[in-house]
């Protein structure tokens, strides 16, 4: 037995098929016998969050759905959770790379990549977080390299004074990369954006509040950056 409890659903994504996924029952889902989340600074409420479905994923899933393929297009996305837009992504033949630091995102991943019949989807290991320069994960590969578009959702809900997660954009960045971030109006979101400007980066706003594809209120922005664009 894994320590924690799943379940299983059926994900609609306008644009796209249908996606299974299996996700953790609740946020009270939590299981850390060898210390591997606590060595990473997950704390144990933290934990489950990676696991579950969160609306701004949803939104996210559907703007890639949405998005034309671009050939030759590196993509990474960020704190990818059950990583969603990747599988969107990476269905329609995107290079796309998910990543997360939660030491069970790889093994939900996989698990749902074959429940949706999909090839493997490349995972590394991204992590941004205070530790991130003194803690790696034996076995199991760190983001390398550069990439055109970088994606994200709802990664600004904790404070990032030292601008870490920023930095961590800008170093696997090309020079004319894009990056997509959805955010649900964290209070984070104004020191997010003059890191990015610093970096190069202007702003684009997007309002994405209405209803999601399953009918629910959402209220939130694509902040869509863009550097080294004529």
């Known amino acids: ?35 591997e989340a606590e060595a990473l600074g997950i704390s144990s409420a933290a934990w489950p969050l990676f696991g579950l479905l969160w609306p701004s994923s949803l939104q996210l899933a559907t703007w890639m759905a949405e998005r034309p393929l671009v050939p030759g297009e590196r993509i990474l996305e960020v704190g990818c959770g059950l990583a969603l837009a990747s599988m969107v992504a990476h269905r329609q033949g995107a290079d796309v790379t998910a990543s997360d630091c939660h030491p069970l995102t790889e093994t939900f991943l996989n698990r749902n990549v074959d429940l949706n019949d999909l090839s493997p989807l490349p995972y590394r290991h991204g ?18 390299g550069r990439f055109d578009l970088i994606i994200g959702s709802d990664v600004l809900y904790e404070r990032d004074e030292s601008g870490k997660l920023p930095g961590f954009i800008t170093l696997h960045a090309l ?18 954006n003059k890191r990015m400007a610093d970096a190069g980066f202007t702003l684009e706003e997007i309002d994405l509040s209405g209803r999601d594809a399953q009918g629910t209120p959402y209220k939130g922005r694509m902040l869509r950056y863009q550097r080294g664009h004529a």
């Open 127 to 144: 992590n941004w977080g205070d530790n991130a320069d003194t803690v790696e994960r034996p076995g199991h590969p760190a983001v390398s």
């Open 1 to 35: 037995m894994p320590g924690y409890q799943t379940k299983q659903e059926c994900v609609a994504i306008p644009g796209a098929h249908d996606l299974h996924i299996q996700s953790l029952l609740d946020r009270q889902q939590y299981a850390d016998p060898l210390g």
């Open 175 to 192: 020079p004319c990369a894009e990056v997509l971030i959805v955010d649900p109006n964290r209070g984070n979101r104004s020191a997010f």
